[in-house]
């Protein structure tokens, strides 16, 4: 998957789930505050992602991305693993 794919489409899936505008979605902001997440929207976003790209994560990785640059390298490389 091309990385502006890859970025687009989590983009939408995050903006779709958690209600927000996706310009609001940039690669340096910080994902809890841009998604107002607490630790139930952390879990249904790790399930977003699981499911939008098949991939797995473990609780404790999700807790060190903190920008959404951070999230797009760890899907990458998840996927990457994967293939």
């Known amino acids: 998957m091309e990385r502006q794919e890859l970025i687009n489409k989590v983009n939408e899936a995050l ?35 699981e499911e939008t790209f098949g991939v ?12 959404f640059e951070s999230l797009y390298d760890f899907i990458q490389e998840k996927i990457d693993a994967n293939a």
Do not use: C, H, R
Not at 20 to 29: K, L
């Open 15 to 49: 903006a779709e789930e958690f209600e927000i505008e996706i310009s609001e979605i940039t690669p340096d902001a910080n994902i809890k505050e841009t998604l107002d997440l607490d630790s139930l929207g952390l879990v249904d976003m790790v399930v977003l992602i």
């Open 56 to 67: 797995k994560i473990k609780d404790q990785k999700i807790t060190s991305i903190n920008t």
